[in-house]
């Protein structure tokens, strides 16, 4: 899968604004969008094939991943098909992943991949996030309780050398964060 195409690979702690940064990405730079699959269900206002392919079990197992994960109950992974068709009409593409995840993906993509951290320094204010976005009060435990969840909060070794830090405890600096660092790398 070597060649021009590049993926901003956008991880870090549910509730630190990736899916915001993905989102921003799209509507100001016209970056190209993978969209995942997953078996949990919608949230209110999420669509099918437009923010996740909502999958059951079974329909889940048919797919081709280059990753998946279980998390919080339900499982998530991004296919090759979609990888390929997010950079159909643009050679640059985003895609929203644990931290896990944004190791296969450095490991498989080598210098095709940017990874971009999203870290928030107030970690209250990450379980507001997630009450904000509609959220139940029992998966916002099960994802603060979990070892995916306290994993995620820290850069993994394995990404070190090649992350770029975009804190997003506030939205206006993060957005700043991320016009700077698409002028760098484009």
Not at 40 to 49: H, L, Y
Not at 84 to 110: C, E, F
Not at 159 to 178: E, F, G, M
Request: aromatic letters at 10%; hydrophobic letters at 30%.
């Amino acid at each position: 899968m070597e060649g021009k195409e590049k993926l901003i690979v956008i991880t870090g702690a549910t509730g630190s604004g990736k899916t915001t940064v993905r989102n921003y990405l799209v509507d100001q730079y016209h970056v190209g969008k993978v969209i995942t699959h997953t078996t949990r269900s919608p949230r209110k206002n999420e669509k099918n094939n437009v923010d996740y392919y909502f999958e059951s079990d079974s329909s889940f197992a048919k797919k081709h991943f280059l990753e998946h994960v279980e998390y919080a109950n339900a499982k998530y992974g991004s296919s090759y098909e979609g990888l390929k068709k997010a950079w159909h009409n643009n050679p640059i593409a985003s895609i929203v992943l644990d931290t896990q995840g944004a190791i296969t993906y450095l490991n498989k993509l080598g210098n095709q991949a940017i990874i971009f951290f999203i870290q928030v320094n107030d970690h209250n204010s990450l379980k507001k996030r997630m009450i904000e976005r509609g959220d139940s009060k029992e998966k916002i435990k099960q994802r603060l309780c979990s070892a995916e969840y306290e994993r995620d909060l820290k850069i993994p070794i394995e990404l070190r050398s090649s992350v770029h830090i975009i804190d997003n405890s506030n939205w206006q600096t993060a957005k700043h964060t991320v016009d700077k660092l698409m002028h760098e790398l484009f």
